[in-house]
């Protein structure tokens, strides 16, 4: 295989080999997207969630992705970035507002003003437990896994010299 991307489909008997291939197939599509971790082998076993959400029709993902994070539609393309982050991050770890700027490398008065914004865009649904549940899922199958970031260059607490660029 070389340096190629390659992907591994699970150990089944020889009347579901059709099955094996099938998942080694989807797990090199999701590789080749930038959905799956960049490496030489995929082992679709190993990404049964991606496997699971991304599934064969390509276009499902996207599609509800755009309509649960449709809020965040109307901004540039860098505020839509920042606010897309820190959503992901502050479901991950809500209510840790310490932990989020950590993760995001910004001071925690930033995740603050990220959040007023947020909640601006989405209203009740970021208190709802169905739609945060809705909205991490959009986050994770609307993107590739990897995407840079896009924030500029940071300042002495992780903000940019430009606050406006910060939301």
Do not use: C, K
């Amino acid at each position: 295989v070389g340096d190629a991307p390659a992907a591994l489909g699970p150990s089944v008997d020889p009347e579901r080999a059709h099955h094996s291939v099938a998942r080694a197939r989807a797990a090199h599509r999701l590789l080749a997207e930038g959905r799956l971790p960049a490496g030489r082998l995929a082992v679709a076993d190993e990404h049964l969630l991606g496997l699971l959400l991304h599934g064969d029709d390509a276009t499902l993902g996207a599609e509800f992705s755009a309509v649960e994070l449709a809020p965040l539609a109307g901004l540039g393309p860098g505020p839509r970035a920042r606010l897309t982050q820190t959503l992901r991050a502050w479901l991950d770890h809500p209510g840790h507002v310490q932990r989020v700027a950590g993760q995001l490398h910004v001071h925690p008065q930033t995740v603050r003003y990220r959040m007023r914004a947020l909640r601006e865009l989405f209203g009740d649904a970021l208190e709802d437990p169905e739609r945060r549940f809705a909205l991490g899922i959009a986050l994770r199958v609307g993107q590739p896994a990897g995407i840079e970031d896009p924030r500029p260059a940071v300042g002495e607490y992780g903000a940019s010299a430009n606050p406006e660029a910060d939301v």
